[in-house]
Each structure stands twice: as structure tokens, then as C-alpha cells.
């Protein structure tokens, strides 16, 4: 159980560090979501969102073999592991598009 537990550990850490040029590439959003949908986002949709991608990464790795013996190993990783990591971490809060916000000024 323990050596499983270090395997997940280690498979959503790669993941993790994966992101870093995701969150350099995100398209800039020009959303301005009220409150409450920062909110349900913070506590329903981040959550489910994180946990998508844990079981999603765990998923790749596990039929890692199989994609790369069909060819399609790209493909079932940018499905199964950025596009997930993009929902999850390289989203504003309460947006619904996927991108980052570059300026913030204080009016806003």
C-alpha cells in the first residue's frame, strides 16, 4: 500500500511540474466573473477539477505502454493529461474560459 501510495505521489508530481509551460502559454481572458462565481468555483469546481486530473494522469500512466505501442502516446497525454492540468490550474477564478489575466488594475 505504502509503494503505491509513493507511485501516485510521484505521477501527480510529474504532472505538476509539467504545468509550468502550460501556465507560459495560456491565452490571456478578459472575463470579469462577480463573486459568487469565484466562490462555487473555489469550492466545487477547483476541487473536481484537481481530482480530474489526478485520476486522469494516473489513467495515462497506467496505459502509457499501450498508447506508445499504438502510436498514439501524444495524443492520449494531451487528452488525458494537459487538457485537464489546464482546466484545473491555468483558469482565472470563476472563469469559464481557460487563459490567464494579465493586467489587473484597482478599479476592477
Known sequence: MIKRGKSLTVVL?????????????????EE???????????????????????VSTT???ATL???LAGGNAGEAGKTL?????KE???RCLGCRRIG????ITEGD
Open 13 to 29: 508530481l510529474a504532472g505538476v511540474l509539467a504545468l509550468g509551460p502550460i501556465a507560459a502559454t495560456a491565452k490571456s481572458v
Open 32 to 54: 470579469k466573473p462577480s463573486g459568487f462565481e469565484m466562490i462555487t468555483d473555489l469550492v466545487i469546481a477547483r476541487p473536481l477539477g484537481i481530482a480530474l486530473f489526478a
Open 59 to 61: 489513467t495515462y500512466v
Open 65 to 67: 505502454p499501450f498508447s
Open 81 to 85: 493529461v494537459i487538457e485537464p492540468a
Open 88 to 90: 484545473a490550474f491555468v
Open 100 to 103: 490567464r489575466k494579465e493586467k
